[in-house]
């Protein structure tokens, strides 16, 4: 069974920094791409970002661009963001995902975790 | 960026009736289209990828249709657990785009 489990999130202050895990089971890891889609409290869905296999590949939307990283650890089945310069309107569930690759759908979605930017 | 549009924002169906989601690109994303399916409290789940093949488990009262930029989700008899927010994504071009949401509400 896919399982994708987030963890890492909390309340930060604006400014500060955050890594999010998500740990994979369930499937080969290293075949898969991997990306992170957040979900503003009451509102939509939003593309963050996506690693491909290898890790070598990495893209971002524009609004965390410069100060958000995905990578990954092919030994450990572990996917990370670390977000660093964190705005109030970073406030968000923040999911991991399974890709089978950089054009495809995401299949697999774990339980999110809650990443809160106050003062 | 492509932005996606869905529509209605609401659509009121009563259960075992036909639900019609549409979801409209602003540029081409060939056949690109994804669909989830998010219940309250839940992650998304997909439903339907390549605008019109189901993911895994996911029964035929479901089906979908379109390309380039018009598609199409359609639930043909509503059961209760579709009562939730459908959200359309294209995976053709990055940033790979969400629509807004359409919630299927009784």
């Known amino acids: 069974e896919v399982q994708l489990l987030e963890s890492g999130g909390g309340l930060v202050q604006p400014g500060g920094s955050l890594r999010l895990s998500c740990a994979a089971s369930g499937f080969t890891f290293s075949s898969y791409s991997m990306s992170w889609v957040r979900q503003a409290p009451g509102k939509g869905l939003e593309w963050v970002s996506v690693i491909n296999i290898g890790g070598e590949i990495t893209k971002y939307a524009d609004s965390v661009k410069g100060r958000f990283t995905i990578s990954r650890d092919n030994s450990k089945n572990t996917v990370y963001l670390q977000m660093n310069s964190l705005r109030v309107d970073d406030t968000a569930i923040y999911y991991c995902?399974?890709?089978?690759?950089?054009?495809?759908?995401?299949?697999?979605w774990g339980q999110g975790t809650l990443l809160t930017v106050s003062s | 960026e492509i932005v996606m549009t869905q529509s209605p924002a609401t659509l009121s169906v009563s259960p075992g009736e036909r639900a019609t989601l549409s979801c409209r690109a602003s540029?081409?994303?060939?056949?690109?289209l994804a669909w989830y399916r998010q219940k309250p409290g839940q992650a998304p789940r997909l439903i339907m990828y390549d605008a019109s093949t189901r993911a895994t488990d996911v029964p035929p009262r479901f089906s979908g249709s379109g390309s380039g930029t018009d598609f199409t989700l359609t639930i043909s008899s509503l059961q209760s657990e579709d009562f939730a927010i459908y959200y359309c994504q294209q995976y053709n071009d990055w940033p790979q785009t969400f629509g807004q949401g359409t919630r299927v509400e009784i």
């Open positions: 540029q081409s994303v060939s056949s690109d």
């Open positions: 995902t399974r890709k089978k690759g950089g054009a495809n759908p995401c299949d697999y």
